[in-house]
């Protein structure tokens, strides 16, 4: 059975959503209240929101941050590269 691309990426989202919940609750379950820290991004259209607190909570802002550029800059480059795509289809036709 051959998967499709959009197809194979949902399935690879959904394995890595699943993956990080576990990490997630087996983390919430190993260490002491007093131990966690947390941080995390929202993203409301194309605004980030970064969060975090803890002992840990600048450094975790900071890799919310870095993540947010990141996503920022990959979705600038899929939205630049289908615009070529489509102009370069329109001049052929």
């Known amino acids: 059975m051959e998967r ?3 197809g194979l990426l949902m399935l690879i989202g959904m394995i890595l959503c699943l993956i990080g919940f576990t990490v997630f609750l087996a983390g919430a379950f190993m260490l002491s209240p007093g131990d966690v820290s947390a ?3 929202i993203f409301i259209g194309p605004f980030p929101i970064v969060f975090g607190s803890g ?3 600048s450094q975790l802002i900071w890799l919310g ?3 947010a ?3 920022i800059l990959a ?3 899929m939205i630049s590269q289908r615009r070529r795509t ?3 289809y329109a001049k052929g036709s």
């Open 65 to 67: 941050l870095a993540i």
């Open 75 to 77: 979705s600038y480059l």
């Open 55 to 57: 002992q840990y909570g």
């Open 86 to 88: 489509e102009s370069s």
């Open 39 to 41: 941080g995390g991004v």
């Open 4 to 6: 499709s691309a959009p």
């Open 69 to 71: 550029l990141i996503m």
